[in-house]
């Protein structure tokens, strides 16, 4: 299934892009996605921690199963105010 | 209104928003860009959002004030791009009859926005830049 990825801040940085769209597994959950994409994306990986996780702009859990067409953001630490 | 804007923050525009014949209070808060942070020196904040979330949590903050205190309206903006030194990056304006849950809904607005609102802030100092990651109290390095 595809599924649409966005990067913010230090992530957007670090993947060098701002929006890309990954092939994934079915029944794969969003935090499977994190750690393809950190093979996809090396940058990616020392910021592996403290994640939150979006789905179309809701915050969801690890084991979120995630479905086609499913826009998905990893939110780093946030920092507004 | 809850939105997150690249223009300067016009606080006139909140106050209004959230002025209301039954309220006999307004609360405001000002978020401003501090020159300095942890010993550095700082020059400029550069703020990034996740636009649609952002505007989303922002407005769930709301409806979660309306259910705690006795408010009338609640407006916030939020700024992104680079907001110079002494400039507001956020704004909160709060309606209510009394001024205590004006004042507590906007304290708790201000807050919430650290905790869980998608904007991150980039701090441009001498010597250097940081996302800062108050989630954690630490800084995350640079690229």
């Known amino acids: 299934m595809t599924i649409k990825v966005k990067f913010f801040a230090i992530l957007r940085e670090r993947a060098g892009a701002g929006e890309i769209t990954k092939e994934i597994e079915e029944g794969s959950t969003v935090a499977d996605l994190w750690e393809a994409l950190k093979k996809d994306y090396p940058g990616l990986a020392p910021v592996a921690t403290r994640l939150l996780y979006a789905v179309n702009q809701n915050y969801v859990k690890p084991d979120y199963a995630l479905k086609e067409r499913d826009e998905v953001v990893f939110i780093p630490p946030v920092s507004g105010g | ?143």
């Open chain 2, 1 to 143: 209104m809850f939105r997150v804007t690249r223009e300067p923050i016009d606080l006139q525009e909140l106050v209004r928003c959230v002025t209301d014949p039954s309220a006999g209070a307004i609360a405001t808060f000002i978020g401003t860009t501090r020159n300095n942070n942890e010993g550095r020196k700082v020059i400029a904040l550069d703020y990034e959002a996740y636009p649609e979330m952002a505007e989303k949590e922002l407005a769930r903050i709301g409806e979660e004030a309306k259910r705690k205190w006795k408010i009338e309206r609640m407006a916030i903006t939020h700024r992104i791009g680079p907001v110079q030194i002494a400039e507001p990056s956020v704004v909160i304006a709060v309606s209510a009859a009394h001024r205590d849950d004006a004042f507590q809904a906007c304290r708790f607005a201000i807050e919430e926005i650290k905790k869980t609102v998608p904007i991150w802030k980039k701090e441009v100092f001498e010597g250097g830049e940081v996302w800062i990651g108050t989630q954690t109290g630490q800084p995350l390095p640079g690229r």
